[in-house]
């Protein structure tokens, strides 16, 4: 459910976030204080703002529920009170995520895309996630069981409660536990529309865990068996009680039977066509250990093991490209300062980029076992505001479309930039062209807005610039990055590789 990333915390807050709206349904019929109900309301309304922190996508049901609550109060000073509670949080760290890194979103949203559309990718994830829980029967049983309810409900009757002083005109139709269950159910039906659009993920289930928690969770307010059952057979014709304790019992079934499935079985950690694979399950193959939780568990993975090693082999400093041996890294060295006349550039400027620089996907036990005196930089974008900024790979791998080419972070350090000391894997060209991109002025502002020392004054100009930069895209290949900022190409140091053969003197 985790694969050690956020999915935990998503379900614990839509927990809080769903009994604290069943609490509220219910305060109509319950005799309270209004200090007492102000004061919850200000507390639900804090953690609905919460939401777009927790993760972004979660706005979808915070902002339903702060909606709820100011349509169910008439006064302006609640909805006052329902404002600031449920907003001042989330406008804060919205303008410290603007003056701090320049940014409208997130950047995880920069790094894949969050307004983009993949439907067909999307279907395809869909598909992966139901194939071995069989999900569809769930969806029937319960639809089965809001039938018997709503039965069940209509033949009852239910005196009306005068509306307490206060409350809005519409609170009795908002303010009901059958309106927060349409509610919870609702917002999770437009979550999951919204991960198939944006095309699902990588990881097997991830992001559809929180919007089927969301529409599972009135399963916890279905009795077992109806109150007052009597009176159910004799007015509705029928044993409605039984009913709903057979169809209950078949969600419990359900229950069992999907927790004990294989998964996606024996391909599970082979990435094919779709991309889409059991993360945690890949990880428990890769480092031996059947739960990796801490950094020291990771180590077991070889090329862990391998990236200390090499770091404490180049002590004068280095970059790190991943290899396709996973016990080996390529290391490109750091310009040392040497005695002028040998013909290497003298004085290099190292910047902010540390004595050691890591290029590989997963930063996450990268940082764990590196330390804080090593960068570690990424291809798809998640910590790399060069690869953010790239444009989404058409047929990429899902929550990993973007990839920056590994010339641009040759030349964006101190690293050598020449042969032999470059694998040979690298275009010595592409790296002049990398170097001379990034002094285009537009792209200069923006890694500057996240790289230059910070104080009020750079504060306030990310703030101002942070809608431009958020839609800022650089091309891929450097030399259609220069053609793009109308730059000149640096002449290449070797002639382009046609295939014929040399023309004789």
């Not at 019929?29 to 703002?49: E, I, K, N, Y």
């Not at 999907?258 to 399950?281: C, F, H, K, L, Q």
């Not at 964006?412 to 000391?421: E, S």
């Given at each position: 459910?985790?694969?050690?990333?956020?999915?935990?915390?998503?379900?614990?807050?839509?927990?809080?976030?769903?009994?604290?709206?069943?609490?509220?349904?219910?305060?109509?019929r319950?005799p309270?204080?209004?200090?007492?109900?102000?004061?919850?309301?200000?507390?639900l309304?804090?953690?609905?703002?919460?939401?777009?922190?927790?993760?972004?996508?979660?706005?979808?049901?915070?902002?339903?529920?702060?909606?709820?609550?100011?349509?169910?109060?008439?006064?302006?000073?609640?909805r006052?009170?329902?404002l600031?509670?449920?907003?001042?949080?989330?406008?804060?760290?919205?303008?410290?995520?603007?003056?701090?890194?320049?940014?409208?979103?997130?950047?995880?949203?920069?790094?894949?895309?969050?307004?983009?559309?993949?439907?067909?990718?999307g279907?395809?994830?869909?598909?992966?996630?139901?194939?071995?829980?069989?999900?569809?029967?769930?969806?029937?049983?319960?639809?089965?069981?809001?039938?018997?309810?709503?039965?069940?409900?209509?033949?009852?009757?239910?005196?009306?409660?005068?509306?307490?002083?206060?409350?809005?005109?519409?609170?009795?139709?908002?303010?009901?536990?059958?309106?927060?269950?349409?509610?919870?159910?609702?917002?999770?039906?437009?979550?999951?529309?919204?991960?198939v659009?944006?095309?699902?993920?990588?990881?097997?289930?991830?992001?559809?865990?929180?919007?089927?928690?969301?529409?599972?969770?009135?399963?916890a307010?279905?009795?077992v068996?109806?109150?007052?059952?009597?009176?159910?057979?004799?007015e509705?014709?029928y044993?409605?009680?039984?009913?709903?304790?057979?169809?209950?019992?078949?969600?419990?079934?359900?229950?069992?039977?999907?927790?004990?499935s294989?998964?996606?079985?024996?391909?599970?950690?082979?990435?094919?066509?779709?991309?889409?694979?059991?993360?945690?399950?890949?990880?428990?193959?890769?480092?031996?250990?059947?739960?990796?939780?801490?950094?020291?568990?990771y180590?077991?993975?070889?090329?862990?093991?391998?990236?200390?090693?090499?770091?404490?082999?180049?002590p004068?400093?280095?970059?790190?490209?991943?290899?396709?041996?996973?016990?080996?890294?390529?290391?490109?060295?750091?310009?040392?300062?040497?005695?002028?006349?040998?013909?290497?550039?003298?004085?290099?400027?190292?910047?902010?980029?540390?004595?050691?620089?890591?290029?590989?996907?997963?930063?996450?036990?990268?940082?764990?076992?590196?330390?804080?005196?090593?960068?570690?930089?990424?291809?798809?974008?998640?910590?790399?505001?060069?690869?953010a900024?790239?444009?989404?790979?058409?047929?990429g791998?899902?929550?990993?479309?973007?990839?920056?080419?590994?010339?641009?972070?040759?030349?964006?350090?101190?690293?050598?930039?020449?042969?032999?000391?470059?694998?040979?894997?690298?275009?010595?060209?592409?790296?002049?062209?990398?170097?001379?991109?990034?002094?285009?002025?537009?792209?200069?502002?923006?890694?500057?807005?996240?790289?230059?020392?910070?104080?009020?004054?750079?504060?306030?100009?990310?703030?101002?610039?942070?809608?431009?930069?958020?839609?800022?895209?650089?091309?891929?290949?450097?030399?259609?990055?220069?053609?793009?900022?109308?730059?000149?190409?640096?002449?290449?140091?070797?002639?382009?590789?046609?295939?014929?053969?040399?023309?004789?003197?």
């Amino acid at each position: 459910a985790t694969s050690g990333l956020e999915a935990g915390l998503v379900l614990a807050y839509l927990g809080l976030l769903w009994w604290m709206l069943v609490c509220w349904s219910q305060a109509l019929r319950m005799p309270r204080s209004r200090a007492r109900g102000a004061l919850f309301t200000a507390c639900l309304a804090f953690v609905a703002g919460c939401s777009v922190l927790v993760r972004p996508e979660l706005a979808l049901i915070g902002g339903g529920a702060l909606i709820m609550l100011l349509i169910s109060v008439a006064d302006w000073r609640p909805r006052a009170l329902i404002l600031v509670a449920g907003g001042a949080l989330p406008v804060a760290y919205q303008i410290f995520r603007m003056g701090y890194y320049a940014l409208l979103v997130p950047g995880t949203a920069l790094a894949k895309d969050a307004a983009g559309d993949k439907w067909s990718q999307g279907m395809i994830y869909l598909a992966n996630f139901n194939a071995p829980y069989a999900l569809w029967v769930p969806a029937v049983l319960l639809v089965a069981l809001g039938a018997a309810l709503w039965v069940g409900a209509a033949v009852r009757y239910r005196p009306r409660r005068p509306v307490p002083p206060g409350v809005g005109p519409w609170a009795r139709l908002v303010q009901s536990p059958g309106a927060v269950v349409c509610f919870f159910v609702f917002s999770g039906l437009l979550q999951a529309a919204y991960w198939v659009r944006q095309g699902g993920d990588f990881m097997h289930g991830r992001v559809l865990l929180a919007p089927l928690f969301c529409m599972l969770a009135p399963v916890a307010v279905i009795p077992v068996l109806l109150p007052d059952g009597a009176r159910y057979r004799r007015e509705a014709g029928y044993p409605l009680s039984g009913a709903v304790g057979l169809l209950w019992l078949a969600v419990a079934g359900w229950a069992l039977w999907a927790a004990n499935s294989p998964g996606m079985g024996d391909d599970a950690t082979r990435v094919t066509y779709s991309g889409i694979v059991d993360e945690r399950r890949f990880y428990s193959q890769a480092t031996g250990n059947a739960h990796p939780l801490t950094a020291a568990d990771y180590l077991g993975y070889p090329r862990m093991r391998a990236v200390l090693t090499t770091i404490a082999a180049t002590p004068d400093g280095a970059l790190l490209l991943p290899s396709g041996n996973y016990d080996q890294w390529d290391v490109v060295p750091v310009i040392l300062p040497v005695p002028p006349g040998i013909g290497v550039p003298t004085d290099p400027d190292p910047g902010d980029t540390g004595p050691h620089t890591v290029f590989f996907t997963n930063m996450g036990m990268l940082g764990m076992n590196t330390g804080l005196d090593v960068r570690v930089l990424d291809q798809i974008g998640l910590i790399n505001p060069i690869a953010a900024h790239t444009e989404r790979l058409e047929h990429g791998r899902i929550g990993h479309d973007k990839d920056l080419f590994r010339d641009w972070v040759v030349a964006d350090g101190p690293w050598v930039k020449w042969y032999p000391l470059i694998p040979p894997y690298l275009d010595q060209d592409w790296i002049a062209q990398a170097e001379a991109a990034m002094r285009c002025p537009d792209t200069a502002a923006v890694l500057g807005s996240v790289r230059a020392p910070m104080g009020p004054r750079r504060f306030l100009s990310n703030v101002l610039h942070s809608p431009g930069f958020t839609r800022y895209r650089i091309e891929r290949v450097p030399r259609d990055e220069l053609i793009r900022c109308g730059l000149a190409v640096p002449e290449p140091t070797r002639p382009t590789y046609t295939g014929m053969p040399p023309e004789l003197p």
